[in-house]
């Protein structure tokens, strides 16, 4: 069994992106006095390197590593080693520039930043192989190693390559997932526009058409895209762990939704040994700090509940939006350990030193150009202080309170081409779903819609176009189990292949549900409507409407305008022991939560009272004990109350009955017991 911990790292992780090639060796000893001024523990290393270390085919140089490594390992400091593979070198493209990938309309990208990649090359497998194998032999039993850091970022800035290697491998994807072709005619539905292909030859990529293309062949692709890039991540892990058995690898996720859309984190979780997240907070109005715990319950879900490590985010600002805030003092605190709380082992960065160079000299880092006398600097030691005072924490998990179902193959089945509305947004509904839950107090799983999800009294399932039968099975089981479900409308439609299920919409989901939907009736920009309930309470919504016909639920609320008017827009069914909601339109924040608190009670969830809005109350638990997270991100100080007494860990001052964390403080409590 790999390791699932960095290795030799025996405190939280801290630290960040370390790219000492960009500077002169001089500078380098300044660098780790600093580190150890800071408490970083772990930095990473050599992810952007290839060039230098393999400056010319099969002559390598890596003198000034070695020393980089025996630097830090003198210095106490552990090392998240990169797999150089992201950027190929010059000299690599122009001896094959038909790696650079290509766009669907055929354009081929060139050498000059980075991740351009065609993951089906044969050639660039070869020379990552390659590379990876010497940095295997050379730093394998090195021992400042504590993890592998395999390429970056998978599936950014180039999802998918629609070029001729890529139709080949397609090709035989299609082969091994259908058999034959007429089994692909069968699931893309070809006789549609006659698209019937003869043999797996006549087959390309979703390439550039005058028109939509197939759906089914976009989704497939999309699958490919993915499982391919999949493969490149193994052949080098296996590589590692060949050589170098028992140093964990990972590869860093972006899982928040607005930062990566092309890769299935499910599927990638049970590759890697340990995951890992970077995460940036996107200036597009909306709560950041509700973003962000959606990405660190999303990414601590891919890792099956287990620890993982934020192993990238920001000090203060990035340079890479139209407009770049600076972090408010205490916002990096807070964004750090929201993280933590969520499951984090410790708090990583991009990057230690900020850039004087190239593309990202202007986003912030650990130590900024103005050196330590800046407040960031005083703000990145404050925090290296706190998770050393937090490092017992680690190993412990979080603990959740409901789940939410996602799944990202249904996302892209959802963001294709002519749907009933283009207003429509999947993510939308997952992010104002999860939104209502994080206003409510509560702590999110995420979950996989065909998972098990028997240990959760209550399961939302935002928008889940795409549901195989055996979901739907797994959804009916739970509720008549016992579960309690909430379903937002324009989920359970489409197979995996993005065919309709047999029969009335929901197909997936009607016995569950208790109610078939004969029309959808989506709203025209603008229009919005009123569903009023018994008590008379109304509730605003816009976007989506549907004409529902109740087949055993029972109406909550109704339509009293717009197309549906006198249909039911809220219904409940009891199925079993369980009960099952369904919001056939686009609520408002009030509305979702007038929903969302009957369903709640429904499955008995803890109502929260007495927490203020945007103070974040997370448990992690476990050996070492249970702790409760309180994260003040207003203006004002709060009171958060405790159900047993304890001992605050960063300040150090004992609690009872309730622990007092002003305004946009951060505190950790052990709880008694
Ligand atoms: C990440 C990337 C880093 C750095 C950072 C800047 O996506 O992995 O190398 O570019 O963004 O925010």
Request: proline share 6%; glycine share 10%.
């Amino acid at each position: 069994m790999p390791e699932t911990t960095p290795k030799g790292l025996t405190r939280l992780a801290f630290g960040g992106d370390y790219n000492p090639e960009q500077w002169p060796e001089s500078v380098w000893t300044e660098d780790v006095r600093l580190m150890r001024e800071a408490g970083v523990t772990m930095v990473s290393v050599g992810i952007f390197s290839w060039a230098l270390l393999e400056p010319a085919p099969g002559t390598y140089d890596f003198g000034w590593l070695d020393r980089v490594l025996d630097l830090l390992h003198d210095n106490g400091i552990r090392v998240d080693l990169g797999t150089p593979t992201v950027v190929p070198p010059v000299w690599f493209f122009r001896a094959h520039p038909e790696a650079l990938p290509v766009t669907a309309d055929g354009r081929r990208y060139e050498f000059g930043s980075r991740g351009a990649i065609c993951h089906s090359n044969a050639d660039y497998r070869a020379a990552a192989a390659n590379i990876t194998t010497r940095l295997a032999e050379r730093y394998g039993d090195h021992p400042a190693l504590a993890m592998w850091h395999v390429h970056n970022e998978y599936g950014v800035p180039v999802s998918a390559c629609y070029c001729d290697s890529c139709a080949a491998h397609f090709r035989r994807w299609l082969a091994r997932r259908y058999g034959t072709v007429d089994a692909v005619n069968e699931a893309w539905g070809t006789t549609f526009w006659g698209q019937r292909y003869g043999g797996f030859d006549d087959i390309n990529p979703p390439r550039l058409t005058p028109t939509v293309g197939n759906p089914a062949q976009a989704l497939d692709y999309k699958r490919f895209a993915d499982a391919t890039i999949r493969e490149n991540f193994r052949a080098e892990r296996d590589i590692l762990h060949r050589l170098a058995p028992g140093v964990p690898v990972t590869t860093n996720f972006m899982t928040a939704l607005s930062q990566c859309d092309s890769i299935d984190y499910w599927a990638w979780g049970r590759e890697v040994d340990l995951v890992t997240n970077d995460h940036y907070l996107i200036t597009d109005g909306r709560r950041t700090h509700v973003n962000l715990a959606m990405a660190a319950d999303l990414t601590r879900s891919v890792a099956g509940g287990a620890p993982w490590l934020l192993l990238e985010h920001s000090t203060s600002g990035v340079n890479w939006q139209p407009r770049n805030p600076a972090k408010t003092p205490g916002q990096m605190a807070r964004n750090s350990l929201a993280h933590v709380a969520r499951g984090s082992e410790g708090a990583m960065f991009f990057q230690w030193r900020q850039s004087r160079r190239g593309a990202e000299k202007f986003h912030s880092a650990m130590l900024p150009h103005g050196g330590t006398d800046t407040r960031v600097w005083r703000e990145v030691v404050g925090l290296g202080a706190s998770l050393d005072a937090l490092r017992e924490i680690r190993a412990t998990r979080t603990v959740a309170d409901v789940a939410v179902l996602w799944d990202w193959h249904s996302w892209w089945a959802q963001n294709l081409e002519w749907r009933p509305s283009a207003d429509h947004d999947a993510r939308e509904r997952a992010d104002a779903f999860y939104e209502a839950l994080y206003d409510r107090h509560l702590t999110v799983d995420f979950a996989h819609p065909e998972a098990d999800l028997s240990a959760y009294p209550l399961v939302v399932v935002p928008a889940l176009y795409l549901m195989t039968e055996a979901a739907g099975h797994n959804l009916t089981r739970y509720v008549e189990g016992g579960g309690t479900l909430l379903v937002s409308y324009f989920s359970g439609i489409v197979d995996e292949h993005d065919a309709v299920h047999e029969g009335a919409c929901p197909g997936a989901l009607r016995d569950v549900l208790g109610l078939t939907v004969e029309e959808f009736a989506p709203l025209l920009e603008g229009d919005t409507v009123r569903v009023t309930g018994p008590d008379g309470t109304g509730l605003a919504a816009d976007v989506w409407t549907e004409f529902v016909v109740p087949r055993g639920a029972e109406t909550v609320w109704t339509y009293a305008d717009g197309p549906a008017a006198g249909y039911p827009a809220v219904t409940r069914h009891r199925l079993g022991e369980g009960t099952a909601w369904y919001v056939s339109t686009r609520l408002d924040t009030g509305g979702l939560d007038a929903v969302l608190a009957r369903a709640a009670e429904d499955a008995r969830v803890p109502a929260r009272p007495g927490l203020p809005r945007d103070v974040e109350v997370v448990r992690r638990t476990g050996e070492s004990g249970s702790y409760l997270f309180a994260i003040n991100h207003t203006g004002t100080d709060a009171k958060v109350p405790l159900d047993t007494p304890g001992t605050e860990l960063l300040t150090g001052e004992t609690a009872a009955g309730r622990i007092e964390v002003p305004a946009g403080a951060v505190r950790v409590v052990r709880l008694d017991g």
